[in-house]
C-alpha cells in the first residue's frame, strides 16, 4: 500500500512545481513524482518540500564538547590544542554514552534537515578500556551508533575508521590514540561484520574511512582499498592544517592531495573531507577524478583552519558536500552560507557562488545535495522515482517567507531562514518531524543528559 502526499508546492530536479504528489512505497522509496497533479487522492501538505539535506562527515561524541572548548588555552592555542580536549572527551566515551550522545544529535540533525549522516568513525573502543581492544569492544562502539541512527530515523553511511599510526612515516600512536588504533586485518574483519546480512537496512550503508595520511602508512592504504572494490564510499581527512601539509611534503615530497591522486584510484566513490589547503592544480585533479569535497565550514572556522577555495573548486567543475563534523553547530543552511560568505569576504563582492542558472541558495542547496549523495553511498538527495522519501518541508506560511515567489523560497531559507524554517521532515518516508517536533525528543534528551552525566561526573562542565 502506497502513502501519497501532495505538496502546496515542490522543488524537482527541473525547479518548482506546484501541487506535488509523491508516492512512497512501504519500504520507504519515492516510485513516483507527479506536478501539477489536482486529480489524484493524496494527503494535503502545506508548505514546500525540499530534498533532505545529507550531512557528510560527523564524529557524533565530539557534540559533548561544543562549547567547552572556547576559552584561549594559551598563545598558540589551535586544531593541536583543541584536539587534546577532544582526546580527553573521548576517553570517557563507553557504547552508552555513544549511543546516548549521537541519538540526540541525530535527531536534532533531523530538526534541521539533515536527513542522513556519514559518521566517520574512529572510537573504537571504550575509552576506559586498558590495553588492546577486542573485536566485540569494536562492534559494540559501531552498534550503538547504528541503534542510535535507528532511534532518532536518520539514515546512516557508517564509516569504521582505519587509524594506525601518529604521524606520517610510521610512528606509533600515542597512549591517547590507542583507542582508535587496530590492524589492517582487525580493521577489515569490523567492516565484514558490520555488513553481515542481519545487519542489512535501507536506513544503513557501511562505507570506509581513512583517517588521514598520517595515520594511514601507504601499505595500509593499499591493502584496504585493494578490499573495497564494490562500490563503497571512500572518505579521507585530507588537508585541513597547514602543518600537517608541510609534514607531508617533508616526508613525502608531496602534498597529501597531490600525494593521494597520484597513488590510489580516486574516483567518485571519494570524499576528501577538509580539502583547505589545496592548490588549484590540486582541485582540477580532485574535480577530474569526480571526486567530492567535504566541507564542514563552521568546523574549519570554530578550528581555525583556514578558508578553502570554493570558487577555484567549481571553476575547475569540481563537486563538493557538507558535514557538521564536530557540531557546534547542527545547520545545514548556515554550512551553506558560510561557503558564500567565506567566498565574498575574500573576493569583496557579492553572489560570487553562482552559475547564471541558479541563484546562491539554490545552488548551493541542490548541489550538495547531489554530491552529498553520492559520498553516502545511498539513494537520497533527490525528490525522484526511486530515491529513498527523504523530504524537508518548509513552512512557507510564517512571516519569513511572505510575499515571495516559489523561485525565492530557498534564498530566503539558506539567507534568512532558522532551523525553525523546517517545519516536518520525512525520512525513509516515516514523518520523523511535524510541527518541528522530533516524535523521540523527549526521550533522547534524557538519554543525552544521563549519558553527559556519566562522562562528566567527577567534573564541572
Ligand atoms: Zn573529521
Redesign the pocket.
Known amino acids: 500500500m502506497q502513502s501519497r502526499y501532495r505538496f502546496t508546492c515542490a522543488w524537482l530536479a527541473d525547479g518548482w512545481h506546484r501541487n506535488v504528489v509523491i508516492s512512497v512505497d512501504p519500504g520507504g522509496d519515492i516510485v513516483d513524482v507527479s506536478a501539477d497533479d489536482t486529480v489524484t487522492a493524496a494527503r494535503m501538505i502545506n508548505g514546500a518540500a525540499i530534498a533532505g539535506m545529507p550531512n557528510i ?1 560527523s ?1 557524533a561524541f565530539q557534540r559533548a564538547m561544543a562549547g567547552l572548548v572556547e576559552q584561549r588555552g594559551g598563545k598558540d592555542d589551535s586544531f593541536w590544542t583543541w584536539r587534546e580536549t577532544m582526546y580527553d572527551v573521548a576517553s570517557r566515551i563507553t557504547p552508552d554514552c555513544l549511543n546516548g550522545v549521537a541519538a540526540q544529535l541525530y535527531a536534532d540533525m533531523v530538526k534541521a534537515g539533515y536527513t542522513s549522516v556519514c559518521e ?1 568513525h574512529y572510537l573504537h573502543s571504550p575509552g576506559d578500556a586498558s590495553g588492546a581492544h577486542s573485536h566485540e569492544q569494536r562492534l559494540a562502539m559501531s552498534q550503538a551508533l547504528v541503534d542510535a541512527a535507528s532511534t532518532a530515523g536518520i539514515g546512516l553511511t557508517l564509516l569504521p575508521t582505519l587509524y594506525q599510526t601518529s604521524d606520517f612515516g610510521g610512528a606509533p600512536p600515542t597512549e591517547r590514540q590507542r583507542q582508535f588504533a587496530m590492524e589492517t586485518r582487525e580493521y577489515l574483519d569490523l567492516l565484514d561484520a558490520l555488513r553481515q546480512p542481519s545487519q542489512r537496512s535501507a536506513q544503513l550503508e557501511v562505507g570506509v574511512a581513512l583517517h588521514s595520511l598520517r595515520a594511514v602508512p601507504p601499505e595500509s592504504l593499499r591493502a584496504v582499498l585493494d578490499s573495497q572494490r564494490n562500490g563503497q564510499a571512500i572518505h579521507i ?1 585530507i588537508a ?1 592544517q597547514e602543518r600537517e601539509v608541510q609534514a607531508c611534503l617533508e616526508r613525502t615530497g608531496k602534498r597529501p592531495i597531490e600525494w593521494l591522486l597520484d597513488n590510489a584510484s580516486v574516483d567518485r566513490r571519494w570524499c576528501l ?2 580539502a583547505t589547503h589545496a592548490t588549484a592544480a590540486e582541485l582540477q585533479g580532485i574535480a577530474a577524478a569526480g571526486a567530492v569535497v567535504g566541507l ?1 565550514p563552521t ?1 574549519e572556522a570554530n578550528l581555525g583552519d583556514g578558508i578553502f577555495p570554493m570558487e577555484t573548486l567549481l571553476e575547475a567543475g569540481g563537486a563538493f558536500a557538507i ?1 557538521s ?2 557540531h557546534i553547530s547542527l545547520s545545514p543552511i548556515e554550512e551553506l552560507r558560510w561557503l558564500e560568505y567565506q567566498a565574498r569576504l575574500v573576493r569583496r563582492q557579492r553572489s560570487v557562488l553562482t552559475d547564471g542558472n541558479l541563484s546562491g541558495g539554490a545552488l548551493l542547496w541542490q548541489k550538495a545535495c547531489t554530491a552529498g549523495a553520492r559520498v553516502s553511498g545511498r539513494p537520497i538527495g533527490e525528490l525522484a522515482a526511486g530515491k529513498r522519501a527523504d523530504v524537508v518541508v518548509l513552512d512557507i506560511n510564517s512571516p519569513l517567507f511572505a510575499a515571495r515567489s516559489d523561485s525565492s523560497i530557498i534564498d530566503t531559507f539558506v539567507f534568512s531562514g532558522t532551523n525553525e524554517s523546517v517545519r516536518d521532515v520525512m525520512v525513509g518516508g516515516r514523518w520523523l518531524v511535524q510541527d518541528r517536533r522530533h516524535f523521540a525528543e523527549t526521550a533522547v534528551a534524557a538519554g543525552y543528559k544521563r549519558a553527559l552525566q556519566k562522562m562528566f561526573k567527577r567534573d564541572r562542565l
Do not use: N
Request: some cysteine.
Open positions: 562527515h564524529h566517520f581527512h585541513e573531507i577538509h564542514c568546523t558535514g563534523d564536530s
